[in-house]
Antibody, heavy 119, light 107 residues
Framework: QVQLVQSGAEVKKPGASVTVSCKASGYTFTTYAMHWVRQAPGQGLEWMGW????????KYSENFQGRVTITRDTSASTAYMELSSLKSEDTAIYYCARNVAGTGWLDPWGQGTLVTVSS | EIVLTQSPGTLSLSPGERATLSCRAS???????LAWYQQKPGQAPRLLIYDASRRATGIPDRFSGSGSGTDFTLTINRLEPEDFAVYYC????????FGPGTKVDIK
């Protein structure tokens, strides 16, 4: 079955960077896109960006002002999300979610990775 | 950017009742490119509905979506105990944005 397994929880200091990975299985990685969405504690969902795993094309939310970079390693069927210049407001659960390129709904989602930013 | 507004913020109902959740967009959503997700505490969101009215694989038929343009509705007929959760709408007609969510809790 299709499964997305994310890396474990991270604790970072303000100003640092964090990279979260998302390993896909159960489907052909390069025929889908992967999105990243985050959720601050007790808050709603915020879209961050996506990558088409086939050719590496990316699109990012303007809300992150160049702080987010999404990459992929096709040999490992894994997508990565790096967020730099971390602030306390970046404390959140970060999710990856698969998407059929050209559509927009997200299914399935990874289990989420908690990133805590604290001095 | 298309802004989504969901109402009500919280819906208190009893099992067996019908839930009607609203999602309103700040501008028309192209080709009704709108999805609904369910999220339970401690879990990732789960896709329920896409393209405004198409049920995702494995979703019970008590869940239905409708609407077009700027006004969309998720209806849950005969609420089951496992349906009490937070529901988000998401548009993908112009970039990607989520609504703030509607919590359906037990009355």
């Amino acid at each position: 079955q299709v499964q997305l397994v994310q890396s474990g929880a991270e604790v970072k200091k303000p100003g640092a960077s964090v990279t979260v990975s998302c390993k896909a299985s159960g489907y052909t990685f390069t025929t889908y896109a992967m999105h990243w969405v985050r959720q601050a504690p007790g808050q709603g969902l915020e879209w961050m960006g996506w990558i088409y795993a086939g050719n590496g094309d990316t699109k990012y939310s303007e809300n992150f002002q160049g702080r987010v970079t999404i990459t992929r390693d096709t040999s490992a069927s894994t997508a990565y999300m790096e967020l730099s210049s971390l602030k306390s407001e970046d404390t959140a659960i970060y999710y990856c979610a698969r998407n059929v390129a050209g559509t927009g709904w997200l299914d399935p989602w990874g289990q989420g990775t908690l990133v805590t930013v604290s001095s | 950017e298309i802004v989504l507004t969901q109402s009500p913020g919280t819906l208190s109902l009893s099992p067996g009742e019908r839930a009607t959740l609203s999602c309103r967009a700040s501008q028309s959503v192209s080709s009704n490119r709108l999805a609904w997700y369910q999220q339970k505490p401690g879990q990732a969101p789960r896709l329920l509905i896409y393209d405004a009215s198409r049920r995702a694989t494995g979703i019970p038929d008590r869940f239905s979506g409708s609407g077009s343009g700027t006004d969309f509705t998720l209806t849950i007929n005969r609420l089951e105990p496992e349906d009490f959760a937070v529901y988000y709408c998401q548009q993908y007609g112009g970039s990607f944005t989520f609504g703030p969510g509607t919590k359906v809790d037990i009355k």
